[in-house]
């Protein structure tokens, strides 16, 4: 499938990774590739922080990106997380991707270093040198605890291989500031689960929606429909109270939230934990009425 192309706005889904019994659980992660694909969406992210990227092995990443590809085909995307705050390693960790059939790349900004402007830039710099598959850049201040503003973009510009900016949760004001040059230049996809319409109304491409592990459908059919409508208050009144109750991309949350509509287990690797049961309480509540939105997949072939 060829990613990334901008006729119509864009879904792409950060897939939780299963766990039972300590080790991943490949049979709910096809399960949950399946789930995308009847849903329409366009892509999915494998191995990214929503993943438990940190806490996985090398086999498991490395079979998760595998399977990903091998289920995901023709029908998805299967974008690889590979970014690090180191940048051999995120160089040999998108070449690796790269070799095992990603079509695309997610790279964090370096994370925790906080290297300077001219430091990042240097390191997608050399990322894009090494391999030949389109890079998608994470720029969320949030979680990198640096902000290095429109100047980053601006900069990025530069690297023909960057196609894509997914923007963290609470950036509407910095995508509202970028000029209309550099909209036109990359697809602009928000993280941010609750706040999704203002992103598309002010001129974004889609969403890379947590929230789409859950209830891919609605999401897919929010991200579609671009703007508010007559028939959409429910639909999005419904998306906004799920989207609260697991919080701001709580893993935990989320896997209860999965395990709820979907059976899938919802154990966790530390240094997470389990969720607190007024958590699982709140989060059964908010996602009730999309009990039948979903079809199940579990037995799927």
Known sequence: MTPFLRARRQTYTPLLTPFSEGRVDLAEFEAAIDRQIIAGVEGIVVCDVIGEGPVLGTDEWQSLIETAVSRGRPHLSVIAATGTNCTAKTVEQCRRA?????DALLVTVPYYSKPTLK???NHFREIAAAVGIPVLVDDDPGRTAKDYGPALVDALAEIDLIVGICHGAGRLEHFAALPASLRDRFLHLSRDDRRPVEFL??????ALSALANIIPSPVQTMVAMAERSSGSGSLLQAMSVASKSVGEDDVAALKEAQFFLHQSPADVRLPLVAAEPETILRVRHAFAPF???EPSTRRAA
């Open 119 to 121: 430091g990042v830039i």
């Open 201 to 206: 109304d002010m001129g974004g491409h889609g």
């Open 291 to 293: 009990a039948r939105c």
């Open 98 to 102: 790269e070799e095992l059939g990603a």
